[in-house]
């Protein structure tokens, strides 16, 4: 760290849950170069960075909002020693008071923006992590899918999801990049990088049909070694069976869709999510007829929601998973700063510890390992977890059992499985099960990949 000289640190923090890291990465980071000025950024700074500035003496700025168009202004001024009074987006300290800022301003036109500054990331040690069975995301084991990276073709979502903070930073209204952008910066990671796998982390990519289609037929024409998926879900309705036998010649390897509830009370009156389950089944439906592996995000613990419309949530997931084989992730929803979820739970005295909030110096909360925050007069906290595991594990008793079916059945899918394993234990042999962790997510979670690709 001392040896890179930094003028400015910036720090990211992308979600509420995520802030106590972030908050500790602040005094390493001060530890280590003392001099140095230290930027927090993302939504829970976007939405509450006077609270940060309260936790951590160590962080000098709270950075609200997007930063391609003022954040290099605000590094220049702290290197300088200047006058932050008029850099949009910066909230700071002086004499004792907190100062905000004016507000930064959205890129309106998100093609003008550059692609990434990938060559300041060692993205060769980066794709070394994956072989090492460390991967931030899952994604189907295929030869060249350790060369992955994250791409985000679009902002902001024009739904209003009562748990989702993403509105916060990006808006309603979407900007995305055109056609043509996506596809060229594909065509540069591809030849520069050698990446073989995407990783679209849109906030919804499906918001305009047409011009996801028009990236599909992109991907299609010009990549056939270039696979993606969607680990941030897509709305079931923006799927028809055209478009989703379009994302698999395109190199889809599977879809996540955004479910949330299996309860359309809840859906319509507390998520606010303005979705028919006849269109999740219909997704899942155009899914298996295409040979797609798909899966489904869920949610407990919204307050409103009761034991009954909780089990209605498992029920429908049960009931993906043994018709359409569709996998569930169920998780205990996180109240983040910033959203109508937390200022619902917040008003009603519902929340039973701080959302990682920032006076917290230890983390609380993981997405695959939930705290519960929320006790209402219908549940408590502990249970949600209670509820959420025994689902899961019935669960994966029925994803072992189709995997061991398979494996059982299929003999050089079996082979090519404990090869895939081997190979990935040879490259870091004092980490036997991350690897095999590795090799659960990233190959028995896609049965419909492994048997395509089995056939080919």
Same mark, same amino acid.
């Given at each position: ?305 009761? #034991? !009954? @419309? =909780?089990?209605?949530? &498992?029920? *429908?997931?049960?009931? %993906? $998973? ?114 095999? #962790? !590795? @090799? =659960?997510?990233?190959? &028995?979670? *896609?049965?419909?990949? %492994? $048997? ?5």
């Amino acid at each position: 760290m001392r040896a890179a000289c930094p003028d400015v640190v910036g720090i990211n923090n992308p979600f509420t849950d995520h802030l106590p890291f972030a908050l500790a990465c602040a005094r390493l980071v001060r530890d280590e170069l003392p001099g140095v000025p230290i930027v927090v950024g993302g939504p829970h700074a976007t939405n509450d960075p006077a609270s940060i500035l309260a936790a951590e003496p160590s962080i000098d700025v709270a950075f609200r909002g997007e930063g391609e168009t003022s954040f290099a202004d605000l590094a220049r001024r702290l290197a300088a020693g200047g006058s932050l009074d008029a850099v949009p987006g910066a909230v700071f300290r002086r004499d004792g008071a907190v100062v905000h800022g004016a507000p930064s301003e959205r890129v309106a036109d998100v093609d003008s923006l550059p692609f990434p500054a990938y060559h300041r990331v060692d993205l060769e040690r980066y794709f070394a992590l994956f072989e090492r069975g460390f991967a931030s995301k899952f994604a189907f084991g295929r030869p060249g899918s350790n060369r992955r990276v994250s791409i985000i073709t679009s902002r902001g979502c024009p739904y209003r999801c009562s748990f989702c903070d993403a509105p916060r930073l990006a808006g309603h209204a979407f900007r995305a990049h055109s056609p043509e952008y996506v596809i060229e910066h594909v065509r540069w990671l591809r030849s520069r990088y050698g990446v073989r796998h995407l990783h679209v982390n849109d906030d919804n990519v499906t918001a305009n049909r047409a011009r996801f289609r028009r990236i599909l037929e992109g991907l299609e024409r010009e990549f056939s070694d270039v696979t993606w998926d969607t680990p941030n879900g897509v709305r079931a309705d923006d799927l028809d069976e055209d478009l989703v036998a379009l994302a698999k010649a395109a190199g889809c390897t599977y879809m996540i869709l955004g479910v949330e509830s299996g309860d359309p009370e809840v859906l319509e009156r507390i998520v606010d999510k303005r979705l028919d389950l006849e269109a999740v089944v219909a997704a899942a439906k155009a899914c298996r007829k295409v040979a797609l592996d798909v899966h489904a995000f869920y949610l407990l613990g919204l307050p409103g929601e009761t #034991r !009954a @419309t =909780m089990q209605r949530t &498992l029920d *429908f997931a049960g009931f %993906l $998973l043994r018709e359409y084989g569709v996998v569930p992730h169920v998780n205990v929803v996180e109240p983040h700063v910033g959203t109508r979820l937390h200022e619902i739970v917040a008003r009603e005295g519902y929340l039973t510890a701080p959302t990682a909030s920032a006076t917290s110096r230890a983390s609380i909360a993981a997405h695959t390992h939930p705290f519960p925050h929320i006790t209402t007069p219908e549940f408590r906290a502990e249970e949600l977890l209670e509820l959420r595991d025994r689902f899961m594990a019935q669960s994966l008793r029925v994803l072992g059992k189709n995997a061991t079916r398979l494996l059982v059945t299929r003999p050089r899918i079996a082979v090519a499985t404990a090869l895939y394993f081997v190979r990935r234990w040879s490259r870091s042999p004092r980490e036997p099960l991350a690897s095999l #962790r !590795a @090799t =659960m997510l990233d190959r &028995l979670l *896609f049965p419909r990949m %492994l $048997l395509g690709s089995a056939s080919s």
